[in-house]
């Protein structure tokens, strides 16, 4: 009777032993139990707000984070708004010598978007925008003037409805740096500028959709 009672404690301390020494429901030994609340997720890199020093080299744009963006009076009642979507092409950035940097941008006309469909495919036809016979908007760089610690005005051939003249845009730094979700390292921009519709020969709808043209472009860069 002695030895039996003595047997059963030893293997009620054995089974006693084994359940501690196994982890909790859920989770591993020593972390925190299931549905337990974890840490904020680390913080993402520091970026580059030094024009300086961001990295030199080919970028190609990211198209989606990057917005084409018009406007033109309306009867002069409003500004109208509009964009053109899949912008695409490449930056040669030198940020020692900012002068030499160069830039090729490319917009598909038929990617024009209003918000109102009929509206939208009016635009994308004659006697509006053609897209048929002139299916991109094109700018290519031919100087860069530096105007301030992160900001320079490009001048470029810009290309639209058929023409080709000068127009001088102006670009704002905003920062660079690696985005954690796109895997990549990212250089944004600010690009802003106006032109005339009738020096590009383009007067549909003229005098009550304006003449002046406003543009703002905001860029994401991707490199390589």
Known sequence: MKTSSILAGAALAILATAALAQPPAGGPPGGPPAGARRGPPPPPPPVELDASKVQGGLYQIEPNHTRTMFGISHKQFTTFYGEFRNLTGTLQLDPKNPAASKVDLKVPVASVNVQIDKLNDELRHAPWLDADKWPEIDFKSTAVKVTGKDTADVTGDFTFHGQTHPLTLHVKFN?????????????????????????????????????????????AFKKG
């Open 175 to 219: 920062a660079a740096g690696m985005d954690n979700d796109e895997k990549v390292y990212i250089a944004g921009f600010t690009v802003s500028g106006n032109f005339s519709r009738k020096e590009w020969g383009f007067t549909t709808g003229a005098p009550l959709i304006g003449d002046n043209v406003d543009l703002i472009i905001q860029a």
